[in-house]
């Protein structure tokens, strides 16, 4: 059992920077594979970024490469989501989620989901 809970969304402007954060409670957490997805209005949910177990292997989606860099802590349970040089098609609900497989990292198919935070860019 994991709880997941997504802090760091708000609105900036074109160009700016926000940093994600999500906080899972639980004891087990080092042994999730991370991930993060994102949902615009109209549009079905799309991977972000994942990370595995150790961190050693991080995934992300073509729109985002170069801008966006996962990362985890396993000591303070968080993994986050640096977002830098936003666009205004980043706007979305971002999700937090985690799995206990270390494959399949780019799929949906994951165990555990947060709540999400609104991103909003402005152009």
């Known amino acids: 059992q994991v709880q997941l809970v997504e802090s760091g969304g708000g609105l900036v402007q074109a160009g700016g920077s926000l940093r994600l954060s999500c906080a899972a409670s639980g004891r087990t957490f080092s042994s999730y594979a991370m991930g993060w997805f994102r949902q615009a209005p109209g549009k079905e949910r799309e991977f972000v970024a994942a990370?595995?177990?150790?961190?050693?292997?991080?995934y992300y989606a073509d729109s985002v490469k170069g801008r966006f860099t996962i990362s985890r802590d396993n000591a303070k349970n968080t993994v986050y989501l640096q977002m830098n040089s936003l666009k205004p098609e980043d706007t979305a609900v971002y999700y937090c989620?985690?799995?206990?497989?270390?494959?399949?990292?780019?799929?949906?198919?994951?165990?555990?989901w947060g709540q999400g935070t609104q991103v909003t860019v402005s152009s």
């Open positions: 989620a985690a799995k206990n497989l270390n494959y399949g990292l780019t799929m949906l198919e994951y165990d555990y």
């Open positions: 990370i595995t177990w150790s961190g050693r292997t991080t």
